[in-house]
């Protein structure tokens, strides 16, 4: 055997050794009723040519390798954001093991989850029963103080009601009636996971301050709420909080999940850790507004912030890149009457002064990017201030004002006077994309390497690298971490791209003798 315990391999490059390789092939000729890999490689190259991006383009009653999650696992991350809550989802077990180890490769942490498990029976008489015992065991084991509940895909076919369920629960005595539920129903086969956030944040809202308007007045507490949004980079969480803090403003951080998906490791587990406490959620009403960081992702909370909050719920863009942080700090200060501190302008001096020491690199470089629709933006235009060519910009969740906005952002520039964007498509568009018109680079979550995988299959002059920027990040450690907001932020993004660029300038040009004119030690 290959494996022996003085000398243990990993799969790599345990499977490359001949036992194994007979093993395979002996597998592959027996059961895999493969293909003739000459046929294979004919099909391979047609989907790289322009006659099947047309085909490809065409479709419409299929979705391949979504560019999106569903709505349950967004709202599973809003109810984690909130003091000692435990996310409930009401509905199949097997979803919430995907939502449970989705968010662990991503944050390479525990998720606390739970299901009410339905299974045949629920789908035929209504998951009541089950939603009964699972609060009931759930607050009994796991000790929360608040359980947010949103529904997979199961019990909205059947059409289950949450209000009614939960109520029904509570004047029956499986639970106390005093014991906070927030719900939100969260059907999958609509939106996507930044919907779902929305729609559960909404829950939040409704179950803290719907029926408790009478005492609230705008501005009394002097406070400005932040509202983060489908948020992966645990790192914007705390450059809010600094932003903020050296600006001297008092605010509140609706939902911030940054403790409990990065506990450290001192012997003890943690359930819960920090989070949005109930009080907060309740005084919000109090503030002087209500900003979103990802407004075209928080339309319903958004909304319920004007309507019944009453507060403006200012018009911001995500406070990505040099001048969008700018347009944030300057409308935090004209709202709260706080200056902008010197500690921040240095900062952004810093990253003024970057820019310039990059821009060599990066101007006319071409990316292709994927992603929700508000970092995608973001990015697009941090890229147009870098002098990068943003080519193809595909958001799979956004509707015909988005892409209006983003086609108005392009034309600002004349480094986005040839972006194409596109909408509603998914990574099997973008992977017909990437053969058609190749840029330098493409940024996008994980899911992207087996695009480049594919077009070096087609040969090296045609690879098109992957920069990792999004979520779910699953094969890199601890990018999660990292911040993409703010200075600090645009910081992070542009030493990611530049050194993205110089290593494949790198790569490209270390053949002895042959390209390594352009293989320097100072650049
Ligand atoms: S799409 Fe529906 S069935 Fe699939 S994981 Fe999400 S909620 Fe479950």
């Given at each position: 055997?290959?494996q022996t315990?003085?000398?243990?391999?990993?799969?790599?490059?345990l499977?490359?050794?001949?036992?194994y390789?007979e093993d395979?092939?002996?597998?592959r000729a027996?059961?895999?009723?493969?293909?003739?890999?000459?046929?294979?490689?004919?099909?391979?190259q047609?989907?790289?040519?322009?006659e099947?991006?047309?085909?490809?383009?065409?479709?419409?009653a299929l979705?391949?390798?979504?560019?999106?999650?569903?709505?349950?696992?967004?709202?599973?991350l809003?109810?984690?954001g909130?003091?000692?809550?435990?996310?409930y989802?009401h509905?199949?077990?097997?979803?919430?093991?995907?939502?449970?180890?989705?968010?662990?490769?991503?944050?390479?942490?525990?998720?606390?989850?739970?299901s009410?498990?339905?299974?045949?029976?629920?789908?035929?008489?209504?998951?009541?029963?089950?939603?009964f015992?699972?609060?009931?065991?759930?607050?009994?084991?796991?000790?929360?103080?608040?359980?947010?509940?949103?529904?997979?895909?199961?019990?909205?076919?059947?059409?289950?009601?949450?209000n009614?369920?939960?109520n029904n629960a509570?004047?029956?005595?499986?639970?106390e009636?005093?014991f906070?539920?927030?719900?939100?129903h969260?059907?999958?086969?609509?939106?996507?996971?930044?919907?779902?956030?929305?729609?559960?944040f909404?829950?939040f809202q409704?179950?803290?301050?719907?029926?408790?308007?009478?005492?609230?007045?705008?501005?009394?507490?002097?406070?400005?709420n932040?509202?983060?949004?489908f948020e992966?980079?645990?790192?914007?969480?705390r450059?809010?909080?600094?932003?903020?803090?050296?600006?001297?403003?008092?605010?509140?951080?609706?939902c911030d999940?940054?403790?409990?998906?990065?506990?450290?490791?001192?012997?003890?587990?943690?359930?819960?850790?920090?989070g949005t406490?109930q009080?907060?959620?309740?005084?919000?009403?109090?503030a002087?507004?209500?900003?979103f960081?990802?407004p075209?992702?928080?339309?319903?909370?958004r909304?319920?912030?004007?309507?019944?909050w009453r507060?403006?719920?200012?018009?911001?863009k995500?406070?990505m890149?040099l001048a969008?942080?700018?347009?944030?700090?300057?409308q935090?200060?004209?709202?709260?009457?706080k200056?902008?501190?010197?500690?921040?302008t240095?900062?952004?001096?810093?990253?003024?002064?970057?820019?310039?020491?990059?821009?060599?690199?990066?101007?006319?470089?071409?990316?292709a990017?994927?992603g929700?629709?508000?970092?995608?933006?973001?990015?697009?235009?941090?890229l147009l201030?870098?002098?990068?060519e943003p080519?193809?910009?595909?958001?799979?969740h956004?509707?015909?004002?988005?892409?209006?906005?983003?086609e108005?952002l392009?034309?600002?520039?004349?480094?986005?006077?040839?972006?194409?964007?596109?909408i509603?498509?998914?990574?099997w568009?973008?992977?017909?994309?990437m053969?058609?018109?190749?840029?330098d680079?493409m940024i996008?979550?994980?899911?992207?390497?087996?695009?480049?995988?594919?077009?070096?299959?087609k040969?090296?002059?045609?690879?098109?690298?992957?920069?990792?920027i999004g979520f779910?990040?699953?094969?890199?450690?601890?990018?999660?971490?990292m911040?993409?907001?703010?200075?600090?932020?645009?910081?992070?993004?542009?030493?990611?791209l530049?050194?993205?660029v110089?290593?494949?300038?790198d790569?490209e040009t270390?053949?002895?003798?042959?390209t390594?004119?352009?293989y320097d030690?100072i650049?």
């Amino acid at each position: 055997m290959s494996q022996t315990v003085e000398d243990i391999k990993p799969s790599y490059p345990l499977f490359r050794t001949d036992d194994y390789q007979e093993d395979l092939a002996k597998k592959r000729a027996r059961v895999e009723e493969c293909y003739d890999p000459e046929r294979m490689e004919e099909v391979f190259q047609w989907t790289t040519t322009e006659e099947y991006q047309a085909l490809n383009f065409q479709r419409q009653a299929l979705t391949i390798n979504p560019a999106k999650a569903c709505q349950p696992l967004g709202a599973v991350l809003c109810a984690l954001g909130f003091e000692k809550t435990l996310p409930y989802v009401h509905g199949s077990q097997g979803c919430v093991a995907y939502f449970r180890t989705y968010f662990n490769r991503h944050f390479k942490e525990p998720v606390a989850c739970v299901s009410d498990s339905m299974t045949e029976d629920a789908a035929v008489f209504g998951g009541q029963k089950n939603m009964f015992e699972g609060l009931k065991n759930a607050k009994a084991l796991y000790k929360p103080e608040m359980m947010a509940v949103s529904t997979t895909c199961m019990a909205e076919v059947i059409g289950d009601d949450l209000n009614a369920f939960i109520n029904n629960a509570k004047q029956e005595g499986h639970i106390e009636p005093e014991f906070p539920i927030p719900f939100a129903h969260t059907p999958s086969f609509v939106g996507s996971h930044t919907t779902g956030w929305d729609n559960m944040f909404e829950g939040f809202q409704r179950y803290f301050t719907l029926n408790a308007m009478d005492d609230k007045a705008v501005g009394s507490n002097g406070k400005l709420n932040l509202v983060p949004g489908f948020e992966t980079y645990l790192g914007n969480y705390r450059v809010i909080h600094r932003m903020l803090r050296e600006m001297g403003v008092d605010y509140s951080l609706l939902c911030d999940p940054s403790e409990v998906l990065d506990t450290p490791a001192d012997g003890k587990y943690r359930m819960y850790d920090g989070g949005t406490s109930q009080d907060e959620m309740k005084d919000a009403p109090n503030a002087i507004d209500t900003l979103f960081l990802q407004p075209w992702q928080s339309v319903k909370s958004r909304k319920f912030v004007k309507g019944t909050w009453r507060q403006p719920a200012t018009d911001l863009k995500i406070p990505m890149g040099l001048a969008w942080t700018d347009a944030f700090l300057m409308q935090v200060s004209a709202l709260t009457g706080k200056p902008i501190p010197a500690s921040l302008t240095k900062e952004r001096g810093r990253l003024v002064d970057m820019m310039t020491d990059s821009h060599a690199w990066l101007h006319g470089k071409k990316f292709a990017l994927y992603g929700d629709a508000d970092f995608v933006l973001g990015m697009t235009k941090f890229l147009l201030e870098l002098g990068a060519e943003p080519t193809h910009v595909l958001v799979q969740h956004a509707n015909k004002r988005y892409k209006k906005a983003l086609e108005q952002l392009c034309a600002e520039s004349p480094y986005g006077w040839n972006t194409q964007t596109h909408i509603g498509k998914d990574l099997w568009h973008f992977r017909s994309l990437m053969f058609t018109d190749k840029p330098d680079f493409m940024i996008g979550n994980s899911y992207g390497k087996f695009i480049q995988r594919d077009t070096l299959h087609k040969g090296k002059a045609h690879e098109v690298p992957l920069i990792r920027i999004g979520f779910p990040i699953f094969d890199r450690h601890h990018l999660h971490r990292m911040t993409t907001l703010g200075y600090e932020g645009a910081m992070y993004l542009l030493t990611t791209l530049v050194n993205a660029v110089l290593d494949r300038l790198d790569e490209e040009t270390r053949e002895m003798g042959v390209t390594d004119y352009n293989y320097d030690l100072i650049r």
